[in-house]
């Protein structure tokens, strides 16, 4: 499959605002999700919108979400409602001379379309394998799996990723020439996730796993 293309896939993904920093390529928004543990999901109920965050994985070109059956967002977006959906990962506060020429470098993902539901059990247990994947590699060998009365009360979504497009601004600060010269400190300040030492809970003398043991360096 051609993952690469420079235009958008629709009218609605279309970037307008600095549309230099749009990026329609499926390497950039497979990484932007495959980053993220999250994602907020918009959707309209007739009375009111709503933006609810949840987790979310990618399985090949979809994005994989689960939730309690009777849960709001879940049977709303069983009934075939368009939503929109956004991930943004931000990398640093860029200051500037001027306080209108601050802004951020990041990377944001934006997704269009309707929910699907994954059916069947094994299918259905796929998918929360590569989730439980995604959260610690390894992981799904050693906890206890989903039982059936749990399984049954789980609903697994998915949207295709064909509606999307991201947006990323990877740059330093860029003042009006007639700031230029002002006494002002200008540059960027860095931002990341930092993972740090794993706290364990009631282990024993349970070993602890090479995933966890190496997950402040991963």
């Known amino acids: 499959?051609?993952?690469?293309?420079?235009?958008?896939?629709?009218?609605?993904?279309?970037?307008?605002?600095?549309?230099?920093?749009?990026?329609?390529?499926?390497e950039s928004l497979y990484g932007?999700?495959?980053e993220a543990y999250f994602c907020h999901i918009a959707f309209s109920d007739g009375e009111n919108t709503h933006c609810i965050p949840t987790a979310c994985w990618r399985i090949e070109n979809y994005l994989y979400i689960h939730g309690s059956n009777g849960?709001?967002?879940?049977?709303k977006l069983l009934t075939g409602a368009q939503t929109s959906i956004g991930i943004t990962h931000i990398d640093g506060l860029v200051l500037a001379r001027s306080a209108f020429s601050h802004t951020m470098?990041?990377?944001s993902a934006v997704i269009y379309g309707v929910f699907e539901e994954v059916k069947?059990?094994?299918?259905?247990?796929?998918?929360?394998?590569?989730?439980?994947?995604?959260?610690?590699?390894?992981?799904?060998?050693?906890?206890?799996p989903g039982n059936e009365k749990e399984l049954?009360?789980?609903?697994?979504?998915?949207?295709?990723?064909?509606?999307?497009?991201?947006?990323?601004?990877?740059?330093?600060?860029?003042d009006k020439e007639e700031d230029i010269d002002l006494p002002v400190w200008a540059g960027v300040l860095p931002l990341k996730i930092?993972?740090?030492?794993?706290?364990?809970?009631?282990?024993k003398n349970i070993p602890t796993p090479e995933y966890v043991k190496n997950w402040a360096n991963a």
């Open 120 to 144: 069947g059990n094994s299918e259905k247990m796929h998918a929360l394998d590569s989730f439980m994947e995604k959260i610690a590699a390894g992981r799904k060998n050693e906890a206890r």
């Open 152 to 174: 049954a009360a789980t609903s697994v979504l998915r949207i295709s990723l064909e509606e999307a497009a991201t947006k990323i601004s990877n740059t330093h600060p860029s």
């Open 105 to 107: 470098n990041y990377r």
């Open 1 to 26: 499959m051609n993952t690469k293309t420079s235009s958008a896939p629709s009218s609605r993904t279309k970037v307008r605002r600095i549309a230099e920093l749009a990026n329609y390529e499926k």
């Open 194 to 203: 930092r993972r740090e030492t794993p706290l364990p809970y009631e282990n």
């Open 32 to 34: 932007i999700i495959d």
């Open 71 to 75: 849960g709001r967002l879940t049977k």
